[in-house]
């Protein structure tokens, strides 16, 4: 079965810590990976997203990820979260050939100042 | 970037009445595009795709006949929840494709909307 599993629901930080998102997925052709970000109240944010090549991706914010197939994951990073980085962050796969993507449950990062 | 909008962003009406959501892709063109909607502090539902020209697709469960959508041209998707009631209150999401950009799905602000 195709699912993408964010296993921390809501993850706590202290500004100008490092923040790690974990994401998992299974799927069954080669994915398409997505990081969004949704602000309270608002639509989603394309951080970055990894189609080929280079394993490691950047995106916008500061925050890049990694994709490493043998673990079938694709973490998100930042040196040094904001406060304004608190917001709920969703990972996502898809497949080009297949527009739909698949979700996962969303991990909420919260700022300690 | 890919820009998409969503209006309104917020609206309130009186239940058994009908409410239209736009969609637009402010600077690609978007021969599909999504409508989701979300439930607080839950991931993204996919409601249905909207696709240039024809009928869109709707997932298991969403009733076709109260969220009517419409996808007239490559730029525009409307999402019009009939006859509105109270459990109908949710965001509504859409997203816009850009097949110029991989097939990425770019986001609307989104549309609250309070059925009283």
């Known amino acids: 079965a195709q699912s993408v599993t964010q296993p921390d629901i809501h993850i706590t930080v202290s500004e100008g810590a490092s923040l790690e998102l974990r994401c998992n997925y299974s799927?069954?052709?080669?994915?398409?990976l997505f990081w969004y970000v949704q602000s309270p109240g608002q639509g989603l944010q394309l951080l970055l997203k990894y189609f080929s090549g280079d394993t490691l991706v950047q995106g916008i914010k500061g925050f890049e990820a990694e994709f490493k197939r043998s673990q079938s994951s694709f973490n998100l990073r930042k040196p040094s979260v904001h406060w304004s980085d608190a917001a709920e962050y969703f990972c996502a796969v898809g497949a080009l050939s297949n527009y739909q993507l698949i979700w996962g449950a969303g991990t909420k990062l919260i700022i300690k100042p | 970037g890919a820009v998409v909008s969503q209006h309104p962003s917020r609206v309130i009406c009186k239940s058994g009445t009908s409410v239209k959501i736009e969609c637009r892709s402010l600077d690609f063109q978007a021969t599909t595009m999504f409508w989701y909607r979300q439930f607080p502090k839950q991931s993204l539902m996919l409601m249905a795709t909207s696709n240039e020209g024809s009928k869109a697709t709707y997932e298991q469960g969403v009733e076709k006949d109260k969220f009517l959508i419409n996808h007239a041209s490559l730029t525009l998707s409307t999402l019009t929840v009939t006859s509105a009631h109270p459990e109908d209150s949710s965001f509504y999401i859409c997203s816009a494709r850009d097949l110029a950009g991989g097939g990425t799905q770019y986001f609307g602000p989104g549309t609250r909307l309070l059925v009283l």
């Open positions: 799927y069954g052709a080669t994915p398409y």
